[in-house]
């Protein structure tokens, strides 16, 4: 007997719910696989790291950052920020760093480098798995990473 969901799944016209399918489907790949237990948000964080540490990317951290600092309308309350990061740091796979152009800093350990290594493996097994069509994916992200864009630019990239 055919899952339940599948004739639902089948039918669905709503673009989103059908991205959600998927995106909810290849983080629990990841979890169910990894070697370690992470929440699908510490995964995200982990990728963000990495993401953040690019030089392109540090290059525009440190400018909004100066952008605050000299706004003084926008209150950074470390403390609480830091703590989805010290939480990564306590399994020892991120460390916090205190540097001269931001507020500090975000590295991922030999750890850290080594459960991105598998999350990102896990992610192309489960893609090789589910017939990932990567041309209709490429196109449909072409087609839609503008609205982010504009929106975290108007945001001014503060959240």
């Not at 055919?2 to 629990?28: F, G, T």
């Not at 950074?76 to 800093?105: N, S, T």
């Not at 798995?129 to 041309?135: G, H, P």
Request: proline share 2%; net charge neutral; hydrophobic share 35%.
């Amino acid at each position: 007997m055919a899952h339940p969901h599948v004739k639902a799944i089948s039918e669905m016209e709503d673009a989103s719910k059908l991205v959600d399918i998927i995106a909810e489907s290849k983080s629990c790949y990841v979890r169910d696989n990894l070697s370690v237990h992470l929440h699908d948000s510490q995964i995200r964080l982990i990728k963000n790291i990495v993401k953040h540490s690019k030089p392109h990317h540090r290059k525009v951290r440190v400018r909004q950052y100066a952008k605050i600092n000299e706004d003084k309308h926008f209150d950074l309350h470390l403390k609480l920020y830091l703590k989805k990061y010290k939480k990564l740091e306590r399994l020892g796979l991120a460390e916090i760093l205190d540097v001269e152009d931001l507020p500090y800093d975000v590295v991922l350990t030999d750890k850290g480098l080594e459960i991105f290594s598998q999350i990102e493996a896990l992610e192309d097994e489960w893609a090789s798995k589910v017939s990932c069509d990567i041309e209709a994916l490429r196109e449909m992200a072409l087609n839609s990473f503008e609205y982010s864009y504009k929106f975290k630019k108007n945001q001014k990239y503060q959240f």
